[in-house]
């Protein structure tokens, strides 16, 4: 159960722990949050997860109770100082390190684990959401997320072509993982409450799950830096001769010339993938 709003407070001072905006320390005092993201989650003895910013160890304690084993990275010196003297010591489960998520995006689990198949569950910093999200896509593919996320984030991950917050992480995302659900989540939920909107997210991988290659993805991103444009001329200009290839196939195909990239589905893009492997 996670700490009540008092609590939380009261243990916050006992830590000597003023709250770090930058560090996005919003944390859960919301029981019904707890238990939907272990339910929505399905984890028990034999699963592998990884937590990012375990923060005072709300979920951390959740999901160590279901008999999962935990990989977590928490980058704060003093929340990292607390979970190792009353966390640490009574969950042999746990692998817990002080670090930077993008440094370690999977929180140091173990390559075979990674492979025989491990789940995320996490309340995200929200500053670094984005770049850590493009980390663990372009790494051993999780079989299923389940994120805190800011709304905006959110509805960007989950957006549809030819909405305006489409965009290189929306392909990235949903070229690998369906939106099985979406949950807005009220502010009070968190201690400080957040001055933004926040969603529960719950992602799992598709069958046919398809990875952007380093190339792949930097040449969506510089497309997207102009998403006003037509795509044609972008890819003209682009240094990178398969993305004129691709376009010039689009056209072929019945994708009108004059298409702006927020407009083109996310199959037309999942192509451009296959071009730069
Ligand atoms: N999991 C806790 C909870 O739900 O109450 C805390 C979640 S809080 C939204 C985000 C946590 O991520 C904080 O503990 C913060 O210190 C940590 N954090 C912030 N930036 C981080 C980073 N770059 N790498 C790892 N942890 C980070």
Known sequence: MPLSPTATRELLDQLEHFPNKKLGQNFLVDGNIVRKSIELAEIGEGSHVVEIGPGLGTLTKAILSTGAELWA?????????HLRANVLPKQPS?????????????????????????RIVANLPYAVSTPWMDAVLSG??????????????????????????????????????????????????????????????????????????????????????????????????????EALEWFEELVDQGVPKTIRPEALALEHWQALAEKLK
């Open 73 to 81: 990275v928490e980058r704060d010196a003093t929340l990292a100082e």
């Open 94 to 118: 746990l692998h817990l390190i002080e670090g930077d998520c993008l440094d370690y995006p999977r929180a140091e689990l173990p390559e075979d684990k990674a492979t025989e198949g491990f």
């Open 140 to 241: 051993e593919l999780p079989e299923r997320m389940v994120l805190m996320l800011q709304k905006e984030a959110g509805d960007r991950y989950a957006a549809p072509h030819g909405s305006k917050t489409f965009g290189g992480i929306s392909i990235f995302l949903q070229s690998a993982y369906e939106v099985h659900s979406k949950h807005l989540v009220k502010a009070q939920c968190f201690h400080p409450a957040p001055k933004v909107d926040s969603v529960l997210l719950r992602l799992d991988r598709k069958e046919d799950a398809i990875r952007f290659s380093p190339a792949a993805r930097d040449c969506v991103r510089r497309i997207f830096t102009q998403r006003r444009k037509q795509l044609g001329a972008l890819c003209k200009r682009d240094s990178q001769a």
